[in-house]
């Protein structure tokens, strides 16, 4: 009789279309545990590294609704309703700090876990991508500091100017964070484009034929999640989001394997 495989190691059978061993589904599970294990312990240490420079942290992060209470006349002191929320507002200030300081290796974390699935040469994109990724989330983050949230604050402090604001710590830093950690991902978009594109999945014409759905969408999601009711906060929130879809037009264009199979073929 003969004998029954408990296990086998990975043969031809066991490999996927790109030479590689296949992952199984618990694989995968155990990837991602990993990469977010590993980003949350870096996210943990850019904390501690902010922590010590959180009083100019709130500084930053309190100085566009002072200038706005200053244009408008008005006490530029924050209130706080529960004791613990002066301490909490340290806290978060130093999260979000330590998470822009982290991005870098967070993002990487993110590549580890979805290069296994690419061919060898399309690996060599991992500078573009550490380079593009982390610049875009930056970018993002500032345009949101710089950009939006001054504009929300002054459309919100000016709609309400024959009252007496009474602004509270845990209320603005729900609203900063929301806008500054939500444009950084929003300026992800054309990262997530890519790899969509270079697996198959969305291609630059398939984009642009439905570019105007996409441009209503993009105005849904910027009523959404703009603080404010205005047409002129909507359109700033829109504005970058629908620039970064038409560069990510290029960017599908540009890395869908339809166009590379014929780079290659001119080449050859």
């Not at 970018?139 to 002054?154: C, E, H, I, K, M």
């Not at 849904?220 to 879809?245: G, K, R, S």
Request: overall charge positive; charged content about 15%; hydrophobic content about 50%.
């Amino acid at each position: 009789m003969p004998d029954l495989a408990v296990s086998s190691p990975v043969t031809t059978s066991d490999k996927d279309d790109k030479g590689l061993p296949a992952m199984g589904f618990l694989d995968h599970l155990e990837e991602l545990r990993k990469r977010i294990v590993y980003s949350a312990i870096a996210v943990a240490l850019g904390f501690f590294a902010c922590w010590g420079f959180r009083s100019r942290l709130i500084a930053y992060m309190q100085k566009p609704i002072v200038d706005v209470l200053h244009k408008y006349g008005l006490p530029d002191k924050l209130v706080y309703l529960n004791p613990v929320d002066p301490f909490n507002l340290n806290l978060k200030v130093a999260a979000v700090a330590g998470l822009f300081v982290s991005s870098p290796f967070v993002l990487y974390q993110l590549w580890c876990f979805i290069s296994p699935g690419l061919y060898r040469h399309e690996k060599r994109y991992v500078l573009p991508f550490m380079a593009s990724s982390v610049g875009l989330f930056l970018a993002g983050g500032y345009f949101g500091y710089r950009v939006v949230y001054p504009q929300a604050l002054t459309f919100l402090i000016d709609f309400g100017k024959e009252f007496q604001p009474m602004i509270t710590i845990e209320e603005y830093t729900q609203l900063f964070v929301s806008i500054v950690v939500g444009m950084g991902a929003i300026f992800e978009m054309p990262i997530l484009v890519f790899f969509l594109a270079l697996m198959g999945i969305v291609s630059a014409g398939w984009m642009w034929r439905n570019i105007r759905y996409s441009i209503l969408g993009i105005f849904i999601v910027a009523a959404i999640i703009t603080p404010t009711p205005d047409i002129v906060n909507m359109c700033i929130f829109a504005a970058p989001m629908v620039a970064l879809y038409l560069l990510s037009i290029g960017i599908a264009w540009f890395v869908h394997p339809n166009q590379r199979n014929k780079r290659a073929e001119k080449n050859s």
